[in-house]
């Protein structure tokens, strides 16, 4: 069998959640291409010919796929399809966006965030915000599908995959690119911090995050927020942690002021250890927390600070 | 310009949801039902666009049986004009909810149609990019916001570690993400209104679609539960623990 999967990256940097999805397509099985489509990207393409278990690395380098616009990348893929029975992407922003489009070109359905292979038809997925746990078979013969990342191992990279490069050029002319405004950061990516720390609406506002700022800084931690404190304005969208937002599994979760609604933890129950911190010891967040302290949060992140 | 909002009845967002004992499905019996809450936010953003002039007719529209005209009469009291529901037992797949969609926007030719990024029951995030391949539209997903500018239409989307600008040629499809409105509650002098409002019902049959299923569910469990830890007495204590016992800091 042969797999197709789409790497995720930004034209400078191969995304490490594409080492994630290649394992899925190892527990698939079969001959592995990994499809490079962006525009100025050698440094992505030196990476993914690295990356373990890959064989070949296909590579669209043009400006019609700079900013990944699925128009044109669903086209490029679908003209690829043929020598493959699965493609994969990772469930990221930009996989969800071009996947579902590439399965309707092909007319067939799509498989999305898968968080284990049982077969090479057969995927078990998330639904309900995780409050339910599907198993799917795709009656397909060619099968597209979207990886969530936290049920799936990075593979290593000391691997050497044959370069390809294709002259096709896909431009749908249908849109364009007008701009992008990027939360710069010294943090780590939210989806790739190995420790997050989350604010809910206990934070009381969007100043408050800054006590959060203290302790990312001394265990390398990226910053989240609950979906209540978005909806409350405190911080921006891409901070989200949740069913509609980012799924994390980070080594370490601190929930700040988070009550747990099921959204949420549909975000986060994956973390390894799960610490909480909260005054009101009703709290959903406990039951799911290895560590809780019941404390004002106001009294509890200073001293936490403090004894890192 | 017209708009055609899909919409979809799902499960209350509140409700958490049960799993049968035999574990073929989740159980739905008696359980409370409403739009969608990222479907609700389309069918705002469509009156929105109409207050704002730009927008001339809102079609709701969704797919399912009879039940799902609860929530078409919800759209039309939040300010859609007319809609449709198109009959059917079957819980179809993503692909052949965009396939039916499709006809419709042949028969309507709207310029925009507006849908939720994602159900909350299915959690898939595909129905409206599908429908912009198969229409050949192109697609301004997780919208946070929608300005149209002549034959066109800048969305600015929610993509990871930040927002993202896009230009799409009219006609056009849009999902929206959370942040793109706060929907609005209707009025009770709207839901009486929206009693009188045109529903036109077609069966999904006459559509002439093969709506085979392309995927089976074998099985649905409940999700492994995660025991609840300890409540620590101080700082120190959690300090001391997580370094010893998780070690997770060092």
Request: proline residues 4%; charged residues 25%; negative net charge.
């Given at each position: 069998?042969?797999?197709?999967?789409?790497?995720?990256?930004?034209?400078?940097?191969?995304?490490?959640?594409?080492?994630?999805?290649?394992?899925?397509?190892?527990?698939?099985?079969?001959?592995?291409?990994?499809?490079?489509?962006?525009?100025?990207?050698?440094?992505?393409?030196?990476?993914?010919?690295?990356?373990?278990?890959?064989?070949?690395?296909?590579?669209?380098?043009?400006?019609?796929?700079?900013?990944?616009?699925?128009e044109?990348?669903?086209?490029?893929?679908?003209?690829?399809?043929?020598?493959?029975?699965?493609?994969?992407?990772?469930?990221?922003?930009?996989g969800?966006?071009?996947?579902?489009?590439?399965?309707?070109?092909?007319?067939?359905?799509?498989?999305?965030?898968i968080?284990?292979?049982?077969?090479?038809?057969?995927?078990?997925?998330?639904?309900?915000?995780?409050?339910?746990?599907?198993?799917?078979q795709?009656?397909?013969?060619?099968?597209?599908?979207?990886?969530?990342?936290?049920?799936?191992?990075?593979?290593?990279?000391?691997?050497?995959?044959?370069?390809?490069?294709?002259?096709?050029?896909?431009?749908?002319?249908?849109?364009?690119?007008?701009?992008?405004?990027?939360?710069?950061?010294?943090?780590?990516?939210?989806?790739?911090?190995?420790?997050?720390?989350s604010?809910?609406?206990?934070?009381?506002?969007?100043?408050?995050?800054?006590?959060?700022?203290?302790i990312?800084?001394?265990?390398?931690?990226?910053?989240?927020?609950?979906?209540?404190?978005?909806?409350?304005?405190?911080?921006?969208?891409?901070?989200?942690?949740?069913?509609?937002?980012?799924?994390?599994?980070?080594?370490?979760?601190?929930?700040?002021?988070?009550?747990?609604?099921?959204?949420?933890?549909?975000?986060?129950?994956?973390?390894?250890?799960?610490?909480?911190?909260?005054?009101?010891?009703?709290?959903?967040?406990?039951?799911?927390a290895?560590?809780?302290?019941?404390?004002?949060?106001?009294?509890?992140?200073?001293?936490?600070?403090?004894?890192? | 310009?017209?708009?055609?909002?899909?919409?979809?009845?799902?499960?209350?967002?509140?409700?958490k949801?049960?799993?049968?004992?035999?574990?073929?499905?989740?159980?739905?019996?008696?359980?409370?039902?409403?739009?969608?809450?990222?479907?609700?936010?389309?069918?705002?953003?469509?009156?929105r666009?109409?207050?704002?002039?730009?927008?001339?007719?809102?079609?709701?529209?969704?797919?399912?049986?009879?039940s799902?005209?609860?929530?078409?009469?919800?759209?039309?009291?939040?300010?859609?004009?007319?809609?449709?529901?198109?009959?059917?037992?079957?819980?179809?797949?993503?692909?052949?909810?965009?396939?039916?969609?499709?006809?419709?926007?042949?028969?309507?030719?709207?310029?925009?149609?507006?849908?939720?990024?994602?159900?909350?029951?299915?959690?898939?995030?595909?129905?409206?990019?599908?429908?912009?391949?198969?229409?050949?539209?192109?697609?301004?997903?997780?919208?946070?916001?929608?300005?149209?500018?002549?034959?066109?239409?800048?969305?600015?989307?929610?993509?990871?570690?930040?927002?993202?600008?896009?230009?799409?040629?009219?006609?056009?499809?849009?999902?929206?993400?959370?942040?793109?409105?706060?929907?609005?509650y209707?009025?009770?002098?709207?839901?009486?209104?929206?009693?009188?409002?045109?529903?036109?019902?077609?069966?999904?049959?006459?559509?002439?679609?093969?709506?085979?299923?392309?995927t089976?569910?074998?099985?649905?469990?409940?999700p492994?539960?995660?025991q609840?830890?300890i409540?620590?007495?101080?700082?120190?204590?959690l300090?001391?623990?997580?370094?010893?016992?998780?070690?997770?800091?060092?």
């Open positions: 069998m042969s797999i197709l999967v789409i790497a995720e990256h930004d034209n400078s940097a191969l995304k490490a959640e594409t080492l994630k999805t290649v394992n899925a397509a190892q527990k698939i099985g079969g001959d592995i291409t990994l499809l490079v489509a962006g525009f100025d990207c050698q440094n992505v393409v030196d990476a993914a010919s690295k990356v373990n278990g890959v064989s070949k690395v296909l590579v669209a380098d043009n400006a019609a796929y700079e900013y990944q616009l699925a044109n990348v669903s086209l490029l893929i679908t003209e690829l399809a043929a020598d493959y029975e699965h493609i994969l992407a990772t469930a990221l922003t930009t969800k966006n071009f996947m579902p489009r590439v399965a309707a070109i092909l007319d067939v359905a799509q498989i999305s965030d968080i284990a292979v049982e077969s090479s038809d057969t995927f078990v997925r998330p639904i309900y915000a995780g409050n339910a746990i599907a198993t799917v795709s009656l397909d013969s060619k099968k597209v599908i979207t990886v969530r990342t936290t049920g799936f191992d990075a593979v290593a990279t000391d691997g050497n995959a044959e370069i390809i490069n294709l002259d096709t050029v896909t431009d749908a002319g249908i849109s364009s690119h007008v701009s992008d405004e990027f939360t710069v950061s010294e943090r780590p990516d939210l989806g790739a911090a190995s420790v997050v720390i604010g809910g609406r206990g934070m009381q506002n969007g100043d408050n995050f800054k006590l959060l700022d203290g990312a800084d001394k265990l390398g931690a990226a910053i989240g927020a609950s979906r209540a404190a978005v909806d409350a304005g405190f911080v921006p969208n891409d901070m989200q942690v949740g069913q509609t937002g980012k799924i994390v599994a980070p080594d370490l979760y601190i929930a700040v002021g988070i009550s747990g609604a099921i959204q949420h933890l549909a975000g986060m129950k994956d973390s390894k250890v799960i610490v909480a911190i909260n005054k009101d010891p009703e709290a959903p967040i406990f039951q799911v290895d560590y809780g302290i019941v404390a004002d949060l106001f009294d509890a992140l200073p001293e936490l600070e403090s004894k890192l | 310009m017209k708009v055609l909002v899909p919409i979809k009845r799902v499960i209350d967002y509140n409700v949801v049960r799993v049968k004992p035999d574990h073929s499905n989740v159980d739905l019996a008696n359980t409370k039902m409403a739009i969608n809450p990222f479907c609700e936010i389309a069918v705002e953003e469509a009156v666009l109409k207050e704002a002039g730009v927008v001339t007719e809102i079609i709701a529209i969704s797919i399912g049986d009879k799902c005209q609860e929530q078409l009469r919800t759209a039309l009291a939040l300010g859609a004009d007319r809609a449709i529901q198109i009959d059917t037992d079957e819980s179809l797949d993503a692909l052949n909810i965009a396939k039916l969609l499709q006809k419709v926007v042949e028969e309507e030719q709207p310029q925009l149609v507006i849908l939720g990024k994602q159900s909350i029951d299915s959690d898939n995030n595909q129905t409206g990019q599908m429908l912009a391949a198969l229409t050949g539209m192109p697609q301004g997903t997780f919208a946070s916001v929608v300005k149209v500018d002549g034959d066109k239409v800048n969305v600015t989307r929610e993509v990871d570690g930040g927002l993202q600008t896009v230009a799409l040629n009219l006609p056009a499809i849009v999902t929206t993400d959370l942040r793109l409105n706060e929907p609005r209707a009025s009770l002098p709207n839901i009486m209104k929206a009693k009188r409002k045109p529903l036109a019902v077609k069966p999904a049959a006459d559509f002439g679609l093969n709506l085979t299923a392309r089976k569910l074998l099985k649905v469990t409940p492994a539960e995660r609840a830890g409540v620590v007495e101080s700082i120190d204590e300090v001391e623990k997580l370094k010893n016992e998780a070690k997770v800091i060092s």
